[in-house]
Nanobody, 127 residues
């Protein structure tokens, strides 16, 4: 049963922007770390960004640093990913995930640490 619900994906041209949203039930949103992952066809799922739900510390993959911003609305149990200056290589299915482990940049590399996942939202960037 899907417990995290993503939205906001779509098709844009290179250089454009999209904002992804992820709504989680309270008992999941209170997890220590929430993040965004993506998976392109034929590639492994990779961490994009993560945020500590308690302290607000953020972590990014080098490939998106300076272009993507992860944020949260604790009142609405909602996670966001603002994606600017999109590139064709950003094309992928984007997933929201939650982990009870302490948030850190290495946690972006350890998807098995995330217990809850959404079903994903597709982002397609054309040249």
């Amino acid at each position: 049963q899907v417990q995290l619900v993503e939205s906001g994906g779509g098709s844009v041209q290179a250089g454009g922007s999209l904002r992804l949203s992820c709504v989680a039930p309270g008992y999941i949103y209170s997890s220590s770390c929430m993040g965004w992952f993506r998976q392109a066809p034929g590639k492994e799922r990779e961490g994009v960004a993560a945020i500590s739900t308690g302290g607000g510390s953020t972590y990014y993959a080098d490939s998106v640093k300076g272009r993507f911003t992860i944020s949260q609305d604790n009142a609405e149990n909602t996670l966001y990913l603002q994606m600017n200056t999109l590139k064709p290589e950003d094309t992928a299915m984007y997933y929201c995930a939650a982990s009870s482990a302490s948030c850190s940049r290495p946690l972006l590399l350890w998807r098995l640490a995330y217990s809850y996942w959404g079903q994903g939202t597709q982002v397609t960037v054309s040249r």
